[in-house]
């Protein structure tokens, strides 16, 4: 039976047939679909962890103990994930162990655009890249025979357009989930200096017969083609290059690292010109350079962002295989073009209140990862900075430690998921080194910006079981923060006062703005209403960003449809014009 699967979900239903008994993971797109996939499978134990890190040590400690593991995460949680992962390549696994690595080419959701092909050649372990759903499926259960047979994790590595893109996918009957024997095992699993200088051996020598397995494996292979033009190519690339270039003859790599050299030297043999097309950086095109032979890569297509048709037919035009296309008549000349729509917070976002008002206060804000990052943006400009998970919090403090200038106006923004991820380290280092720095926890009981994922605090599971929930407010004070607030941060007023407060204070502090996000716990209030007679056109409320507002022949409007009723513009109208229902401070 065929079904029509996005390729998260069939990595998902390959897990479930392979016989994968645990599956960890962090949310993170392009990745999170898997794990919630995943979950509604019986018979695999899921979980979300607090950051990748953890989940790459939960996976590890259960291949270890014998049974079949999937990590996911996405790319730059690989970063987070890299010492465990580094080391795991030397004890090997005993269950096979799968690290899904989904890599976002164009920073669709993302800071930075990695390419993590270099992590899977850097920490030594096998790669897999599949280019669409049926592969991606079929990918883990061949991952999992090679993570055992040749007792090394396996990375597949992903990226948006094979995560989210859907493709028919032939369903099998999942396989008996079977638990391998654990023995003791200290010359392998204990790494000391002396016995890891014996794994490193081992690994070389795993690596070896790794690479004589990718010269036969299926997953590599040629598609004949007219022997003018040759292309090397993996991932989604090889889709795009199959409907711009149908008569090509194209290598098919399936598994790139280690890469099968003798394979490539053959096909480079076979065709006239040979090209390497491959999304962001010259991974494969460097490693078929180094083997002295000829091809033509980076020169023609590009190192940034996400491939599509258009864009390869344009290179290959470029680099004279494709014959310049004939002028056309432009349909869309001289029609108005569509005005941009630049992504702002929701309407009854509990995080806009405490924008606004950091941007009044004009304090110094270090931000960090989630859909509050859109505070940073014009009209709210209430985030000075974002660099990745859990770093507003250090970042604020070296700021305060740093300028003195800056002392006593510095703030650090961070989110409740991601506190909980790796906010906590930075905020013990404040309280340890004595920081004058504030955190403000924007606490909106949920890891809103993937799609409202559960997390220690929210009290649920991932498999959706009760759980104990983290008190965040007793959790700082553990680290030693002696000063912590609860606030509201639609109550503006009082959190105006709060910050004051707590930024002028000495010492470390942290004020906690709970309150659920709008989409998770929908309030519902009256919408705000504008007494014309009073609105001076004043635009005030458009500092607040709602997505509910407009300004029309110089009278605010408020879309019914859209307001949610938080009040935000009510406090904030000067003139008493914005009239609202049922303040819910």
Known sequence: ??????????????????????????????????????????????????????????????????????????????NVAADPLFTAAYTGVNGGLILVSADDPGMHSSQNEQDNRYYARFAKVALLEPSDSQEAKDMVGLALTISERYDIPVMLRTTTRVAHSQSMVELGEPAVREIKPYGKDVKKNLMVPAFGRLRRVSLAARLARLAEYSENTPLNFIVPGDGKAGVITSGISYQLVREVLPDAAVLKLGMTNPLPVELIKKFAAQVETLFVVEELEPYLEEQIRMLGIKVAGKEFFPDTGEYSQGLLRRCFVKAGVLPVPLQTEDLTAGLPQAPPRPPVLCAGCPHRGVFYTLQRLKLTVTGDIGCYTLGGLPPLEGID???????????????????????????????????????????????????????????????????????PATGRTLMGQAAPEVDITMLCRSLGVKRVEVVDPLDISRLREVIKTETAAPGPSVVIARRPCVLLKREVRPAVTVDQEKCTGCKMCLKLSCPAISVIDSKALVNADACVGCNLCVQVCKTGAMQGGQADA
């Open 1 to 78: 039976m065929k079904e029509l699967l996005s390729g998260n979900a069939a990595i998902a239903r390959g897990a479930y047939e392979n016989g994968i008994t645990l599956a960890a993971g962090y949310p993170g797109t392009p990745s999170t679909e898997i794990l919630e996939n995943l979950s509604r499978y019986e018979g695999v134990y899921s979980e979300w962890a607090p950051n990748e890190k953890v989940a790459l040590e939960v996976g590890i400690g259960a291949a270890m103990a014998g049974a079949r593991a999937l990590v996911t995460m996405k790319h730059v949680g690989v």
């Open 385 to 455: 900075s974002c660099v990745c998970m859990g770093a507003s919090i250090g970042m604020a403090h070296g700021m305060d430690k740093a300028v003195p200038g800056l002392k006593g106006r510095t703030v650090a923004v961070i989110g409740d998921s991601t506190f909980l991820h790796s906010g906590i380290t930075g905020l013990l280092n404040a309280v340890y080194n004595n920081s004058d720095s504030t955190v403000i926890i924007l606490d909106n009981r949920t890891t809103a910006m993937t799609g409202h994922q559960d997390h």
